[in-house]
């Protein structure tokens, strides 16, 4: 029997904003407990919220960036529960008119391109933690965490596969930062993921039973927890029982999951609109002014970088692998005069592939601490697209680069690796290898092209490989012709 | 002394007849006396007022003077006070000492005015008789067999026994107005949006609305305009120009056109009250008032429609109080969701706790598009009708309750009964329009009656200027409660 995966993803991002969503606490990360919570994020009675308007551009930005809906007025509500690390006994999320519904993401798995849809993305405020490892016979409640931002990010049941969720979550967590609504930093619980898997059997138009996994924070547990989900769901279901639809969690030490709520004893969280917020306004005047403010995305760099500065498509995606790649690209080629900028970007762009991404893979540096800076890069380029420096040469400049030896033209000079493209100098040598070499230059002129190289050969090495081979080669045809 | 209005005070502290301290400690002696017999303070610290008093003393010395400089005021328990007791009238907040001030309470420390002690309250705002209070009910000074009304039911019988010179309160569905009728006083409740709810304990939030209490529409133009204030954090805060509420409180009132909605003139208000408010109608008409008659045919439905509004909100709003962080927690309990459960139920009283149970029910799956869906519409409809009301008319004219003070213990046992003493206020609250009470005569008790005057949004100036002419024509609000 074929069996088919159905999986949706929601993700927890949380949003880099320096204060939290309803107060002005800071979002700092590894403060001694409680210190970031201030009256507002430990509900003392009394106090009220205020919605950071950062966060709210945040979401907007995201909206833009996935081509989705940006509601002009969406509704902040509560979701009432009883938790000791949820100080309020509710969290304000949004419910039924979220800020952002609709959009979508583009994957690829093998070389195929797929379309992920999103069904919605809101804003809501973290809960705080509770501390069970440090106290006896009790909890400890950290609320520094509580009142923290997120976006809330919901995609349509559309991935088949595990890998198709881990593509789907990489790209995600890609857009959010290039965007720079989220660090994405995994280990600090700022990207978060709910894998819902449910099985089928293949041409089936009806949905299986779904379990949720919660709170998958890297994408090898992601991928782990889907495949090991859908199998027991499978077995399951061939073993002749039911699904239960089911909350479970994932244990990376077994790679199993494991049931924590069915929907039984599932909460009702008596969602309503929270009193003490107006509904949430986003006029033309502000959603303008966030959407001049956006990045250019992705895509919209491909194109440009195809049509403007002639790179290959292949080319242009890798440059833009990451934010981080994307910059260090165009700071290189930003000193560049326009009038070289097509064939200098080639230049750049296959050098920032080639021997700096094997530098940095040997050496394990990240590129934003890379000893090669992007002005770096673009000097060496346009040292190789005057002439100066030949291929080889410029191997060397670079290896010169990368053990902080100066400059590309300080290097250059004092390692004296010009190349040589003197012709009265190049003409000098070259009579003096066809007298030296008569049975080459003979044949040569009898037809034999292949003679050439050998003549060639003889120049560089008199020339310590800083002559210009295509200056050479002119030179002695000119002069055998 | 005790007898002086606000602007008296004011003058005779200026002119240094007595000093804040001596009318601190004057004020401070009269309350300890009689509370013993009315209960209106759960809280007066004596030395924290008089460190107040002696800093406006020097301010006074140095003619630094404020509207309120160096005249005790006393506070609702709701409202957080930095190091005072905040307990809301609940055992869940007996030992709550508020580490912040709430927006009000800065600006009446800014007002320069003194903190003389927090009133008693029913819990967590919720009753119309005071007797829902951890603290004990609290005794009408014109009677002390019968209720002072509530919530603000301390309040109000401070003011009225001249236990303070005026106070503040909280007005959710009649909080302020109805025990300001109940105890002979004025109150007023301001425009939804007015005055900042931060820092006051939250009861409904789409309803509660914070106010002054005193002995007069003069003195009320003074605390209003010491209360109102647009506050950043509070996000239901409006940002409005300031208005000078004293400003036009002797204006001419002649032309004014004052609305009586027929369905607050009905069977259920009692003669002694129907006839008061004829009298006072009387006494407009003299002043050159033009009487129309309006409806407002979605009332009959505002108390069915606020008691599934406010408990739903109070529902969620209470779910603090988890015994977690602050306040009281169970001594002994198995687990966690016996500690939350034995907290609760020993924390909150009984009106608290039946309200938190209609609230979570209207807002549980399958009932809230029955009870909380069809309440919102109806509270739309209830602005609509005032909407229409206000085409025809400037002032809305009407008893703020159907009688006067009950016996203590009288409706206790029949909630419904209780919540039929809000049918005139709640429906202001619904449509977040000022309105307020004033004294408009005496039952054959000797009971008073309160007249509620209900404005249309941001026309408190108005409000005020028509009270403050009717309390010049008439002498009911100097009468005072039979103390000794």
């Known amino acids: 029997m074929e069996w088919e995966i159905v999986i949706g993803i929601e993700t927890h991002a949380q949003l880099s904003t320096e204060s939290k969503i309803f107060s002005g606490a800071s979002t700092n990360f590894g403060a001694d407990p409680n210190v970031n919570a201030c009256e507002v994020d430990i509900a003392l009675p009394g106090v009220l919220p205020v919605l950071n308007k950062k966060a709210v551009e945040k979401a907007i930005q995201f909206g833009i960036a996935t081509g989705a809906r940006v509601n002009r007025q969406s509704i902040f509500a509560r979701k009432n529960y009883f938790y000791p690390d949820l100080p309020k006994g509710y969290q304000i999320s949004q419910f039924e008119n979220p800020v952002v519904e609709g959009g979508e993401i583009k994957i690829s798995v093998d070389g195929e391109e797929k379309i992920i849809r999103l069904t919605r993305a809101h804003l809501e405020e973290d809960a705080g933690k509770s501390l069970h490892e440090d106290f006896v016979g009790m909890s400890g409640i950290d609320l520094n965490r509580a009142g923290t931002p997120l976006l809330e990010i919901v995609s349509e049941p559309d991935m088949r596969s595990a890998r198709e969720a881990v593509e789907y979550a990489r790209h995600l967590h890609t857009l959010v930062q290039w965007i720079g609504v989220c660090d994405g930093n995994m280990q600090e619980g700022n990207f978060r993921c709910d894998a819902n898997v449910s099985v089928r059997k293949k041409g089936e138009k009806e949905f299986g039973t779904r379990r949720e996994i919660k709170n998958l924070n890297s994408f090898r547990f992601l991928q782990q927890a889907i495949e090991f989900e859908a199998q027991w769901q499978i077995e399951q279901i061939e073993d002749g029982h039911k699904i239960i639809q089911a909350t479970v969690l994932f244990d990376p030490d077994s790679g199993e999951t494991r049931l924590m709520r069915t929907k039984e004893d599932a909460h009702d969280y008596r969602y309503f609109p929270d009193p003490d917020l107006l509904p949430l306004n986003i006029d033309e005047k502000w959603f303008t002014s966030v959407e001049q403010a956006m990045p250019e995305l992705p895509l919209a760099k491909i194109e440009r970088y195809v049509k403007d500065l002639g790179l290959s498509a292949i080319d242009a995606q890798s440059m833009v692998a990451s934010k981080g790649i994307s910059d260090f690209f165009e700071s290189a080629i930003s000193q560049i005069p326009e009038s070289e900028t097509r064939k200098i970007s080639k230049l750049v762009a296959n050098w920032i592939n080639g021997d700096l991404a094997a530098a940095l893979n040997k050496e394990q540096v990240e590129l934003v601490d890379s000893p090669v800076t992007a002005k770096m890069i673009g000097d060496l380029a346009q040292r190789i697209a005057d002439n100066t420096l030949s291929s080889k040469l410029a191997k060397q400049v670079f290896e010169g680069l990368w053990n902080g030896s100066g400059s590309v033209d300080e290097i250059i000079e004092k390692e004296g690796l010009k190349q040589l493209s003197d012709s009265s100098e190049l003409e000098t040598f070259a009579d003096q290898v066809i007298a030296a070499n008569p049975q080459q230059a003979e044949d040569f002129r009898g037809g034999k092209e292949k003679a050439l190289n050998a003549l060639v050969g003889q120049m560089m090495k008199l020339t310590k490989g800083k002559a210009n081979p295509a200056q050479v080669n002119e030179i002695l045809r000119k002069k055998l012709a | ?484």
């Open chain 2, 1 to 484: 002394m005790f007898d002086k209005s606000l602007k008296e005070l004011a003058s005779s502290l200026a002119s240094k007849d007595f000093s804040s301290v001596e009318l601190t400690q004057a004020y401070l002696d009269r309350a300890k006396e009689l509370n013993t017999s009315i209960n209106a303070f759960v809280t007066i610290d004596e030395e924290q007022s008089l460190a107040q008093a002696r800093s406006a003393d020097q301010k006074i010395a140095q003619g630094n003077i404020q509207a309120l400089t160096g005249i005790p005021i006393a506070h609702k328990d709701i409202w957080c006070a930095k190091g005072w007791m905040t307990t809301c009238g609940s055992k869940m907040l007996q030992n709550f000492k508020a580490p912040y001030n709430a927006h009000i309470i800065d600006r009446f420390n800014t007002a320069g005015s003194i903190i003389q002690g927090k009133t008693n309250m029913d819990e967590f705002a919720m009753g119309s008789s005071n007797e829902t209070s951890f603290f004990g009910h609290v005794k009408n000074p014109w009677d002390s067999s019968r209720v002072p009304g509530g919530s603000s039911g301390g309040s109000a019988a401070a003011v009225a026994a001249r236990m303070t010179p005026a106070a503040t309160g909280t007005d959710t569905g009649g909080s302020i107005r109805q025990p300001a009728a109940l105890c002979g006083i004025s109150g007023l409740k301001p425009t939804y949006g007015l005055v900042s709810r931060y820092g006051m304990i939250a009861f409904a939030s789409s309803l509660d609305q914070g106010g002054p209490m005193a002995r007069s529409a003069e003195d009320l133009a003074i605390l209003t305009e010491v209360m109102v204030d647009y506050d950043m954090r509070d996000s239901t805060s409006l940002k409005r120009d300031p208005v000078n509420y004293s400003a036009n409180l002797e204006t001419s009132i002649a032309g004014i056109k004052i609305g009586l909605p027929k369905e607050y003139f009905s069977d259920e208000v009692s003669p002694d009250v129907q006839k008061a408010v004829a009298s006072a109608i009387g006494e407009y008409k003299k002043l050159g008032a033009e009487i129309v008659d309006v409806s407002l045919p979605t009332s009959p439905l505002s108390v069915a429609a606020y008691y599934v509004i406010a408990p739903a909100e109070a529902s969620s709003n209470l779910s603090r109080f988890d015994g977690v962080r602050y306040g009281h927690r169970a001594k002994e309990y198995k687990d966690l969701n016996e500690m939350y459960a034995k907290t609760r139920a020993e924390g909150f009283g009984a009106e608290v706790k039946r309200r938190i149970l209609i609230g979570t029910y209207v807002l549980s799956h399958g009932y809230y598009d029955a009870y909380y869906i069809k309440a919102q519409k109806i509270r739309r409809l209830i602005s609509q009708d005032f909407a229409q009301a206000f085409e025809k008319c400037d002032l809305i004219l009407s008893p703020t309750a159907p009688g006067t003070a009950f016996g203590i213990g009288e409706k206790a046992s029949d909630p419904v009964q209780m919540y039929l003493s809000d049918i005139f206020t709640i429906a202001a609250n619904l449509a977040g329009l000022p309105a307020m009470s004033i004294p408009c005569g005496l039952d054959d008790a000797n009971l008073p009656i309160g007249l509620q005057l209900i404005g249309n949004y941001f026309d408190e100036a108005r409000m005020l200027n028509a009270a403050h002419m009717y309390q010049k024509a008439t002498d009911w609000h100097l009468k005072q409660a039979p103390l000794k």
